[in-house]
């Protein structure tokens, strides 16, 4: 029931429709928090070093699971479409893909392909010699990888966006490299001759933290990894390559 405004404001308060002390409490409590929140500086991001080190976690924390389970296996085949194996190479990409800087006349999110296309192009420019020869295998090796992409995803009944094209060749590449038990030195290759792909701070070009990656990558040699024979569905295939918006 509604009340006129010519009422007495004592009638109205003792049927309980105006509180004035109720009502200037809250108000100065909300007052209150707004000032303590203008008041208190706004939450830091983590500092690059400290991200470093969360991403060095998560990969020596799937680097353990992975060789508890090859050990579990007696040697027998890691398909990399295990999920135990995916959280593996979803953590290496994270590595590679922090402090990258934005690739140039895109409006993409920088990610592993970008890293690998710079790779293709610094490499053909490249010399002889052995180094200049085993810098090129994980180069060739993104030739290959975009193959095989080509190939799982054509037998797909569903258009799939170039973005995910990208994502699925970097992950086919990083199983490459755990097949020839290589993807330690070719994650060494992207920091030796891409250090300018990245901004200060990237945990590829810090001498430190990049060692302590290259050393957890290092016992993956010792296990056999297979390659998938075909992608997921297109349903699931954003979630997974872990890409942006999805689980």
Not at 26 to 43: K, T, V
Not at 164 to 179: E, I, K, P
């Amino acid at each position: 029931k509604l009340f006129p405004l010519s009422q007495p404001r004592e009638k109205i308060s003792k049927i309980g429709m105006w509180r004035p002390s109720l009502l200037e409490t809250d108000l100065g409590r909300a007052l209150d928090h707004i000032e303590r929140q203008e008041r208190s500086p706004p939450p830091r991001p983590p500092s690059c070093a400290a991200m470093r080190q969360q991403l060095c976690a998560k990969v020596g924390g799937a680097v353990n699971s992975v060789l508890a389970k090859g050990l579990d296996m007696n040697g027998a085949v890691l398909c990399c479409d295990e999920p135990i194996v995916r959280d593996l190479c979803v953590a290496v990409a994270s590595s590679i893909e922090f402090q990258m800087l934005p690739p140039l006349f895109s409006l993409s999110q920088p990610g592993v392909w970008h890293v690998l296309w710079q790779l293709q192009q610094v490499l053909r420019r490249g010399g002889s010699g052995d180094d200049a020869k085993r810098q090129h295998l994980p180069a060739e090796a993104v030739a290959l990888a975009r193959g095989l992409c080509q190939k799982h995803l054509s037998l797909i009944d569903a258009p799939v966006s170039s973005s995910v094209h990208d994502a699925y060749t970097a992950r086919l590449w990083v199983c490459l490299g755990l097949q020839r038990r290589v993807l330690r030195e070719w994650v060494e290759t992207i920091t030796l001759v891409l250090p300018q792909a990245y901004a200060e701070g990237a945990l590829l070009t810090t001498a430190d933290d990049c060692g302590v990656l290259l050393d957890l990558l290092a016992p993956l040699a010792h296990l056999t990894f297979g390659l998938p024979e075909r992608a997921p569905q297109a349903d699931h295939l954003a979630t997974y390559l872990a890409l942006a918006g999805t689980a």
